[in-house]
């Protein structure tokens, strides 16, 4: 049974966004479709040659308050809820003089932007559309009978089923009402995020999780799974804003290891190049330098055999030098705050090596919510922006950290920070030299990071370990001294740590018997 089309005879047009409103238009009336219109929409329309009829003509009613009413009335609803199939819907039309409305065409005022772009109180709330939604979940509800666009990206589709049908197919339909009914939740869900916001309600009663299609993925973290990414709109930069140069198309691991590796970057010293190396959404080494060449290098040390098949961040502009190190090895993505020419013209030797750059660093200090899917319900809690400097170290030993110590402590903790616990990270000179990750116990994590210092020292071909003279950071505090005294067997001359375990007085005692220098921050790290 062939699918039953709608005639569309008459269309109502009003739209914040004007992308491809005329040439749509012009399609409808080319088809013999009657325009209605309102405010800037309808003069745009007029302007452009177009034959329009306003609202305010089918409604006998002026816009009023400014235009914050105009297609509240029950000749717009009536015509887009009216039920063709429907004996005493027909009959109510008939007698109240309502023509049926058979395409809606809306979108939305630009709330999300006007709040992204840092709007005020009284001006986001003069961004809240009433009547458009109110339009666009008439005409979905009737379906049946009403085709809804609420998207320019769908104008061309339409038209051409118009066009070859005079009317939509059932199927069309159905997926533009979905498609409706979805832009609205979104919308409503931004403005209660913001309204929470406001208020400083962290923990409302009720919370929606909206996203934007941005792309469909391959698979999920294996082949078996399905997978897309969806953009919130947040306004943050970073990797939902990023741009690809080249390579192939970015899996599921891709964009989360790329979030992972710029989020570190960022959390480091902005005056000084910086890389980070994830793999598996742990870094395997991260370092400042006098170059990003430098910086790669000094990472790469840190964990060369991890690093093969990596993911490269940095926190300059990719130079040729930087380039050229890194194109030395497997690399499956490089993301930086652009690339210049000739390191473009470098990796572009690596066919499927992805190349992202990004407009803007995220800034680390800037709230925002973070979620996890769990049977049943969602866990939700603020991002992780503490940030430690030298001011917030206590020295809780009887030797104090020197300048250089101290340096190195702030910076492994930084870096412990996004490590998966639990996390134990040694550094020297602004360098990752080894790192223990996601273990169990946490002395498991130390041993374990020693052993990647030695493995590194080996690989770099040095008589010292790289791990004597460093730092060591934990990003919880150690429940027993065994923890530390790995690190201090290590080789390791200064530790950092939260604090607050009921045994810090051993532990203490055990940093002092070493005559090693231990801080405490009062801030944990721990991440899962």
């Avoid at 040659?49 to 009023?64: H, M, Q, W, Y």
Wanted: charged share 20%; hydrophobic share 50%.
């Amino acid at each position: 049974m062939p699918e039953r089309v709608q005639p569309v005879r008459r269309a109502l047009l009003s739209v914040s966004d004007k992308t491809g409103l005329v040439e749509f238009a012009r399609k409808l009336a080319d088809a013999g479709v009657e325009l209605i219109s309102t405010g800037g929409t309808a003069r745009a329309l007029a302007e452009a040659g177009l034959a329009v009829r306003d609202v305010s003509a089918v409604t006998g009613f002026p816009e009023i308050m400014d235009g914050r009413v105009k297609t509240l009335h029950p000749k717009i609803h009536g015509a887009l809820l009216g039920r063709r199939d429907h004996a005493g819907d027909m009959a109510a039309m008939q007698q109240h003089g309502i023509e049926e409305i058979d395409l809606c065409v809306v979108n939305l005022y630009p709330f999300e932007a006007a709040v992204a772009a840092g709007a005020g109180f009284a001006a986001a709330i003069e961004n809240i559309d009433i009547g458009g939604p109110a339009l666009i979940r008439a005409a979905a509800k009737n379906h049946g009978h009403v085709a809804v666009v609420v998207e320019p990206g769908d104008y061309g589709e339409v038209a051409g089923e118009i066009a070859r049908c005079g009317g939509t197919g059932a199927a069309l339909r159905r997926r533009l009402a979905a498609a409706a009914y979805a832009r609205t939740a979104v919308y409503d869900a931004a403005i209660a995020e913001w309204f929470a916001s406001v208020d400083g309600t962290e923990t409302p009663g009720r919370r929606i999780f909206a996203g934007r299609l941005a792309m469909t993925l391959r698979y999920g973290e294996n082949p078996h799974q399905q997978a897309a990414f969806y953009t919130t709109g947040a306004g943050r930069e970073g990797i939902a804003g990023a741009r690809q140069l080249q390579g192939k198309e970015l899996s599921y691991n891709n964009i989360n290891d790329g979030d992972a590796a710029l989020r570190l970057v960022c959390d480091l010293d902005a005056d000084r190049p910086a890389v980070a190396i994830i793999k598996h959404a742990n870094p395997c080494g991260v370092a400042h330098g006098a170059s990003l060449a430098d910086a790669y290098g000094l990472a790469l040390r840190c964990d060369p055999v991890s690093a093969f098949g990596g993911i490269v961040a940095a926190n300059r502009p990719l130079d040729a030098a930087a380039a050229r190190e890194i194109a030395e090895i497997f690399t499956e993505v490089i993301i930086a705050p652009g690339a210049d020419d000739a390191a473009c013209a470098i990796l572009a030797a690596k066919p499927n090596l992805r190349l992202l750059v990004v407009d803007a660093l995220p800034d680390p200090d800037v709230a925002a919510v973070e979620w996890r899917s769990l049977s049943g319900g969602m866990l939700v809690q603020s991002r992780d922006i503490a940030r430690i400097a030298a001011a917030d170290l206590k020295v809780v030993t009887r030797r104090r950290p020197s300048a250089a110590e101290l340096a190195d402590l702030v910076f492994a903790f930084r870096v412990a920070k996004h490590v998966k616990s639990n996390a134990i990270v040694y550094a020297r000179d602004g360098a990752t030299v080894g790192i223990g990750a996601g273990q169990m116990s946490r002395v498991d994590s130390s041993r374990i990071a020693a052993l990647k210092a030695a493995d590194a020292t080996r690989a770099a071909g040095l008589k010292q370990s790289l791990a004597r003279g460093s730092v060591v950071a934990s990003d919880a505090f150690f429940p027993f001294a065994d923890g530390l005294e790995a690190a201090i067997e290590a080789g390791a001359t200064a530790v950092v740590q939260p604090g607050g375990s009921v045994r810090d007085a051993e532990v203490i005692a055990a940093a002092d018997k070493a005559g090693i220098a231990m801080v405490f921050t009062g801030v944990r790290h721990f991440r899962h």
